[in-house]
């Protein structure tokens, strides 16, 4: 049974970063693409970015330049270093395979981003 144990966020001024951390069970993680996803209040749940199992990134538009992602398969862990912060980035932060079908949802790290 796949587990996912994000970890990292918590409250930071406009402009601070924060590096959040994604820690997957159950599974081999160096050969699947992940992603990092964020759901905002009454808002549905996006990706922000993602990573090839061969290390590929991409990116939304809105955090392109400010998000790094980055795994360590070893650890069998997917980082997402956050820098420049909105408050529009505020929600709550997922991480899961990037694509169908969705493994069991973690529990998610709360970002909060104040003006």
């Known amino acids: 049974q796949v587990q996912l144990v994000e970890s990292g966020g918590g409250l930071v001024q406009s402009g601070g970063s924060l590096r959040l951390s994604c820690a997957a069970s159950g599974i081999i993680f160096s050969v699947y693409d992940m992603g990092w996803y964020r759901q905002a209040p009454g808002k549905q749940r996006e990706l922000v970015a993602h990573i090839a199992s061969y290390g590929n990134t991409q990116y939304a538009d809105s955090v392109k330049g400010r998000f790094t992602i980055s795994r360590e398969n070893a650890k069998s862990t997917v980082y997402l270093q956050m820098d420049s912060l909105k408050p529009e980035d505020t929600a709550v932060y997922y991480c899961?395979?990037?694509?169908?079908?969705?493994?069991?949802w973690g529990q998610g790290t709360q970002v909060t981003v104040s003006a």
């Open positions: 899961n395979r990037n694509g169908l079908p969705f493994w069991a």
